[in-house]
């Protein structure tokens, strides 16, 4: 016998409660929250926070995009949207601008998020102060009396050692000027969408059992010293080989024959809008 999944896989007494989370999560900027993190269909570490956020808040009329790494068409995003799918019949789509809900890993979308947008991003490790102190008790004491000085000084090792700030990814950022938050590990090209965003950014991490959310034109500022200030990865003199933009992230594509070195866009959905746009305008002029 098949019996009939709930809506959006959950009993609605597990959604409520990771909803009463995420209103804490909201109420205080960058702050951890723990949650009772439910067994899930994936493994834990592959989306299981993220996920858990989107099925509590899904609803019929909503639209939903996943994307992984920037890409649509991964194997996470496409298993992730076929299970919300199966439990909710849902529309999904590619186009940034249709979702309403945009869950993602690594990546936050190039194109500016809306005032009726959330982002859900997908956290594997998110407490900053965990490679100072392993112990939770520990580290939870520690942003009580906002004693964020070991992950300074992991900042001033990196000056010391690489003469610049290394850190590739969940480069910590200080929220509303209080809580100390690692990010979902997106690249330092997207800390700085985070400041004053138009949009709600939840933040789940399944096998930590914690979220945490940015608010809505919330200050969220990347840690970064006087005389060494914070910078995004630099692309300056390379544009994406597809359809040419040069503001955005870009991947490096190495021909495994030639050795020949290119560069294409990380957001396939923002890549295929403007070679789209493109080509039309192409055509447009032709026919003029």
């Known amino acids: ?3 009939k999944p709930h809506f959006a896989f959950f009993d609605e007494g597990s959604k409520k409660e990771i909803r009463r989370a995420t209103l804490k999560a909201v109420a205080i900027p960058g702050y951890q929250v723990p949650f009772a993190s439910r067994e899930m269909p994936i493994a834990r570490g592959w989306g299981t926070g993220g996920l858990q956020l989107t099925l509590s808040l899904i609803g019929k009329d909503d639209v939903l995009k996943v994307i992984d790494q920037g890409a649509d068409e991964s194997v996470n995003a496409v298993s992730i949207k076929k299970l919300v799918r199966h439990t909710t019949g849902v529309s999904v789509t590619e186009d940034t601008a249709e979702a309403n809900i945009i869950q993602s890993r690594h990546r936050i ?5 809306r005032e009726d947008q959330i982002l859900v991003l997908q956290v594997p490790n998110p407490e900053p102060l965990r490679k100072v102190e392993a112990r939770e008790y520990l580290t939870k004491r520690m942003h009580a009396e906002d004693d964020y000085s070991g992950a300074w ?3 001033f090792e990196q000056i010391m050692k690489y003469g610049r700030m290394s850190t590739g990814a969940e480069h910590p950022v200080y929220v509303n000027g209080r809580y100390m938050m690692t990010p979902s590990p997106i690249p330092r090209f997207d800390n700085p969408k985070m400041h004053q965003s138009k949009a709600l950014i939840l933040l789940g991490a399944g096998r930590e059992k914690k979220i945490f959310a940015v608010p809505p034109y919330t200050d ?3 840690l970064a010293f006087d005389d060494y200030p914070f910078a995004v990865e630099s692309f300056e003199g390379k544009a994406c080989k597809l359809c040419g933009s040069t503001d955005v992230f870009l991947d490096e594509i190495i021909d495994p024959d030639t050795g020949e ?3 294409q866009c990380n957001d396939t959905s923002f890549c295929m809008e403007h070679l789209n746009a493109k080509e039309k305008e192409e055509v447009e002029n032709s026919y003029v």
């Open 220 to 222: 969220v500022k990347s």
């Open 109 to 113: 979308p190039e194109k500016q998020l």
């Open 153 to 155: 000084l992991l900042l």
């Open 261 to 263: 070195r290119s560069y």
């Open 1 to 3: 016998m098949i019996t």
